[in-house]
């Protein structure tokens, strides 16, 4: 009979077990951060590594079943060939790698290896440097709800830092000021727009923007979250080009704010009823307040100047206007006439400090003028939607075609966008939010009213060409509203003119 081989030494034996036992333990690690995906795999390396870590955890498994067994023939004197024949491989293994601290080292590189390469975090390919965001307002103060969201993005980015660059001014100015930027030969300051939804056609005409990246979105799977003619505003609805160009950033729609002691408790059945008695009759001058004045105005008379996907009505004559039109700018000179319009420049700003001043029972007001009445007049007014439908406003992150950052741009711009990030726009700054989760854990008093007005919201003129197109309109309405609401004969002419130059 053979003589029976010695069993391994105590440290060789411990060895032998961590060479059985840690790999199975890495397997179940690894495996397991490699399945843990929050959605669907967007591209086929992500389903590369889910099927690479589910393939992990079924080894180890697997192997759970056979460790207490491998165990027990390293740790105790072998019983037979088979286990002696085990026994001289871990031999073998060990002695290859000359002693059981080499054993331990190599095992210890192989757990740092798996956890650089698959448990730490990268930063996913983001190009490093500071990003600028242009917008049209001044976001310089540090108690606003945009710039909380860009000082957090800074905190988790710290090798992607953004800052502001303001193009405030009227909107033609802020217009100007974002094209001069962005086209050709232009200073290329912005990495990414905070445009207008109304420029958006424009921006994307003529390549000022750029598409996002569909493989690299995050919340692509929550893009049913937007509201729907929301979303839409950042495609290309004017043309043919595939995809999404920006993210919205906040909506807008209008609503009816009333003074306490309003008659009928200001409950209004339509337009004229509130728009005579409003703040806003006092202030209808040549701004862009004036092209959503007459638009709702007509849209409240059954007018379809302009159709619910933002396309001008046109016949051989121009733009038409029917005949609901023609009864709304009638009545809506009625009331300039009346009221006698004061000669200001912010017609909006105007009409809110009207309203404070009590000089009107009803303001039509955007809702982020919320929180500036309440600070003002306590409870002393209330908020509905209108009685009609509202143009759609609002504002877009769009990223810049000449940025050196077009990974780190579109990050930012759908963290900005995230559902969480509109909840804090809305509940701390006011932005009508974009998305439906906002409007469900909001507590705002009007977010019920704020969501139906943004959702039955109409676009105003789809066309590369509507700054052109919002002047000559305003110039027409004025006309109008100044001679008993006809206008000039030439004013349908040239609006359709306007469209396509």
Not at 84 to 99: A, D, I
Not at 318 to 327: I, M, P, R, W, Y
Not at 456 to 471: G, L
Request: net charge negative; hydrophobic share 40%; with cysteine.
């Amino acid at each position: 009979m053979s003589q029976q081989r010695s069993p391994l030494k105590a440290a060789h034996r411990i060895a032998a077990m961590m060479l059985v036992v840690l790999p199975v333990i890495i397997a179940t690690a690894v495996g397991s951060v490699m399945v843990n995906e929050p959605s669907l795999p967007h591209d086929p390396l992500d389903w590369v590594k889910v099927a690479l870590g589910a393939s992990l955890l079924v080894f180890s498994t697997l192997a759970l079943t056979f460790i207490p067994r491998l165990v027990k023939v390293i740790w105790s004197r072998p019983e037979n060939e088979e286990q002696r024949r085990l026994l001289g491989l871990l031999e073998r293994l060990r002695v290859k790698l000359k002693s059981p601290a080499r054993v331990m080292a190599a095992l210890a590189a192989l757990v740092v290896v798996v956890s650089i390469g698959w448990l730490v975090p990268d930063d996913d390919g983001l190009e490093p440097g500071t990003m600028v965001i242009m917008s049209a307002q001044d976001e310089s103060s540090q108690a606003g709800a945009r710039r909380i969201l860009v000082d957090q993005w800074n905190r988790l980015h710290p090798f992607n830092q953004v800052e502001f660059r303001s193009a405030a001014g009227e909107p033609d100015a802020q217009h100007k000021r974002m094209v001069d930027d962005a086209r050709e030969g232009g200073a290329h300051e912005a990495d990414v727009y905070l445009l207008d939804l109304v420029w958006m056609p424009e921006f994307i005409k003529m390549n000022y923007i750029q598409p996002l990246d569909e493989s690299r979105r995050q919340y692509k799977d929550q893009d049913g979250d937007f509201i729907d003619n929301v979303l839409r505003t950042c495609r290309d609805m004017s043309g043919k080009k595939p995809g999404l160009w920006g993210l919205p950033l906040n909506a807008d729609a209008g609503l009816l704010y009333y003074a306490s002691g309003a008659p009928g408790g200001g409950e209004v059945r339509d337009w004229k009823e509130y728009y005579s008695s409003s703040v806003n009759a006092l202030h209808l001058v040549d701004a862009e307040s004036l092209t959503v004045a007459a638009l709702e105005a007509m849209w409240a008379y059954g007018g379809e100047v302009v159709n619910r996907d933002g396309a001008p009505v046109l016949s051989s004559d121009g733009v038409e206007f029917d005949q609901n039109a023609l009864s709304a700018l009638k009545d809506l000179a009625e009331i300039y006439q009346t009221k006698k319009a004061d000669d200001v420049t912010d017609a909006e700003a105007a009409a809110t400090r009207s309203f404070k001043d009590g000089t009107a029972w009803y303001m039509r007001g955007w809702p982020v003028v919320y929180d500036d009445l309440t600070r003002s007049m306590g409870g002393s007014f209330e908020v509905h939607r209108l009685p009609h439908d509202s143009v759609l406003g609002g504002q877009n992150l769009a990223i810049s075609s000449s940025t050196d950052s077009p990974r780190a741009s579109q990050a930012l711009i759908e963290f900005l966008t995230s559902p969480s990030s509109e909840l804090i726009l809305f509940q701390l700054g006011g932005f009508a939010p974009t998305r439906r989760y906002a409007y469900q854990y909001a507590t705002r008093p009007y977010k019920d009213a704020l969501a139906s007005a943004v959702e039955t919201a109409r676009y105003r003129p789809v066309t590369p060409n509507y700054t052109t197109f919002s002047r000559i309109f305003r110039k027409g309405i004025l006309f109008a509203l100044k001679n008993g609401g006809k206008y000039d004969e030439d004013f349908p002419r040239e609006l359709a003119a306007s469209l396509n130059p």
